[in-house]
Every structure is written in C-alpha cells, then in structure tokens.
C-alpha cells in the first residue's frame, strides 16, 4: 500500500528546534517535488515549503523563511524539514503531500489545483 507517513512532531518551547521526516512507502519519492504544509486550529491548511525532485529548487512561505530547510534522501525515500527558532505562531499538525510535479514553481496553488497524495499528519506544539 502507498502512503507517507510524517514523523518527528512534538512538544518543544519556545526558540527551540525539530526536524520533521516524511517517509514514503510503497513507491519513490524520486519523482516527484515534496511539499510540507500545516495547519493550525481554526486556520486553513498553508504552505510551508516545498523541495523539487532534483533537490535543486526549493521554497519556503514567507513565515518560516531563514527558520525551516527542507531537504530530502532519495536513497532513504525520505523528506525532511528542520525547523529552528519555533514560536508559538509554529504550532500546527504539519503535512506533507505530493502535487503530482517534478518542480515546486506552482506550489502556492497545489492547494487549489488538488492535491495527489497526503500523509496522516504530525503535531507540533509550541508552548513553554
């Protein structure tokens, strides 16, 4: 069965860091550009940032730019995203999702356009 499964969320305070995991199981990852997106109560799911198939194009929102770097291991099948300096305004469930691209250009519409594929979703929790 295909699915990603996130891990690595949890509680840290304020200032403090974690890196998050997307594993993909049952097909590569190779192909596809990753995007990492969050949402928090009462907010609509956002983007956070996306990495492109080569690993040589990325984005991050405006909110977690200079923070967050995502990275990925094809030979691990993994997609990851190290997140520093977290506050508060971080605490979210934190998803990633395949848009169905090679590239992370349209990423701020995978939203829109529909998305492909998700995993189940990792908590993190901000909070002293």
């Known amino acids: 069965q295909s699915q990603l499964v996130e891990s690595g969320g949890g509680l840290v305070q304020p200032g403090g860091s974690l890196r998050l995991s997307c594993a993909a199981s049952g097909f590569t990852l190779d192909y596809f550009a990753i995007g990492w997106f969050r949402e928090s109560p009462g907010k609509e799911r956002e983007e956070v940032s996306c990495?492109?198939?080569?690993?040589?194009?990325?984005y991050y929102a405006d909110s977690v730019k200079g923070r967050f770097t995502v990275s990925r291991d094809n030979a691990k099948n993994t997609v990851y995203l190290q997140m520093n300096s977290l506050s508060a305004e971080d605490t979210a469930v934190y998803y990633c999702?395949?848009?169905?691209?090679?590239?992370?250009?349209?990423?701020?519409?995978?939203?829109?356009?529909?998305?492909?594929?998700w995993g189940k979703g990792t908590l993190v929790t901000v909070s002293s």
């Open positions: 999702g395949i848009g169905g691209y090679h590239t992370c250009s349209s990423f701020s519409r995978w939203l829109d356009y529909g998305m492909s594929f």
């Open positions: 990495i492109s198939s080569t690993d040589d194009g990325t």
